[in-house]
């Protein structure tokens, strides 16, 4: 899949004809078609290492599972600082660079697995250009996953829930830890059930930033019986100070794992999201797809008959 620039315009552009050709090429999803919204995955920070490594993968995950998405990353710094660099933008810049342009208003995916301060803004800013933007990206059985392999990296939980054999260092209880206050934490909870149910094990949920949440969790998971209670956090890192994943591990001297970062699922989860936002096709739409697939099959064919020498013979 190419894209064509289009001068002043951060967002990439799908064209007709743009599909790479070659017998071991992927297909692209019928869902995305000529002409669809590009996908702006929304950053709740500033750029950084930290953020532009994390998002950089998690595109490219949604690229390869789906080639015909075209995709960029917009920033929404929450402290007002503008995005800097020659490739990176803020969420209003690719809205208004598409608008400018005369394109379909991108679908906006907050990079989020659940309620945040800055959708509010977000929201907002959508509004002005008539953008669409998703839900968040949870609570979801992926995420659960997620978590659970975080768990398993650090020598918190089994990898797999089959496995009958024990891990001295394993939690018997998890506090799940995210940001957005106390509605995050609500909505963690529903992850939760579904991570204690791979785990056998209490699962409780927390925000790291609201005072004392994370300490009365593990004091409750403590209190009901636990005796080696683990940190699990629910974020994926951009948007949350990771002094706070610190400073919770510190006070209630519980081990933690990692952030979900740019796990595999959290990639296709964006990927999803995007495409239950597109425009449900009309059957023509869907018959001409199917009609121009077809045509380009038929001549990927020939064209390949003809290389091994299977073309018609000239008498």
């Known amino acids: 899949m190419s894209t064509a620039a289009i001068p002043g315009a951060p967002l990439?552009?799908?064209?007709?004809?743009?599909?790479?050709?070659?017998?071991?090429?992927?297909?692209?999803?019928?869902?995305?078609?000529?002409?669809?919204?590009?996908?702006?995955?929304?950053?709740?920070?500033?750029?950084g290492p930290e953020s532009r490594s994390v998002v950089e993968e998690l595109l490219s995950i949604v690229r390869s599972e789906h080639t015909g998405v075209q995709a960029a990353v917009g920033y929404l710094p929450t402290d007002g600082t503008a995005a800097g660099g020659t490739e990176e933008y803020t969420v209003a810049d690719l809205l208004a660079a598409a608008a400018e342009a005369g394109l379909p208003m991108p679908v906006v995916v907050p990079l989020v697995p659940g309620p945040h301060d800055f959708l509010t803004g977000l929201h907002a800013l959508a509004a002005e250009y008539?953008?669409?933007?998703?839900?968040?990206?949870g609570p979801h059985p992926l995420l659960?996953?997620?978590?659970?392999?975080?768990?398993?990296?650090?020598?918190?939980?089994?990898?797999?829930?089959?496995?009958?054999?024990a891990i001295a260092t394993a939690a018997d209880g998890v506090v799940l830890t995210t940001v957005g206050g106390e509605d995050a934490a609500a909505a963690a909870g529903i992850t939760g059930v579904l991570l204690a149910a791979r785990l056998a094990v209490p699962v409780v949920s927390a925000a790291l930033d609201v005072p004392g949440s994370v300490a009365a969790a593990v004091n409750h998971l403590k209190e009901t019986g636990s005796q080696r209670p683990a940190l699990?956090?629910?974020v994926i890192g951009p948007e949350a100070d990771s002094e706070l994943?610190?400073?919770?591990?510190?006070?209630?001297?519980?081990?933690?794992?990692?952030?979900l970062g740019a796990y595999p699922t959290v990639g296709q989860l964006i990927a999803s999201t995007y495409l239950a936002a597109l425009p449900?096709?009309?059957?023509e739409e869907l018959a001409e797809a199917e009609e121009a697939a077809a045509t380009a099959g038929a001549?990927?064919?020939?064209?390949?008959?003809?290389?091994?020498?299977?073309?018609?013979?000239?008498?």
């Open 12 to 47: 990439p552009v799908r064209t007709p004809g743009s599909r790479a050709r070659g017998r071991h090429r992927r297909p692209e999803r019928p869902e995305i078609r000529t002409g669809s919204p590009a996908l702006v995955l929304a950053v709740p920070a500033t750029p």
């Open 130 to 137: 008539g953008a669409t933007v998703t839900s968040a990206l």
């Open 144 to 165: 659960a996953e997620a978590v659970h392999v975080r768990l398993s990296e650090a020598g918190l939980a089994r990898a797999d829930r089959a496995r009958l054999f």
């Open 232 to 234: 699990a956090p629910l």
């Open 245 to 259: 994943l610190a400073t919770a591990a510190e006070e209630t001297g519980c081990p933690s794992a990692a952030p």
């Open 280 to 283: 449900t096709p009309t059957a």
């Open 299 to 315: 001549g990927e064919g020939s064209r390949r008959a003809h290389a091994a020498g299977e073309g018609p013979v000239e008498g």
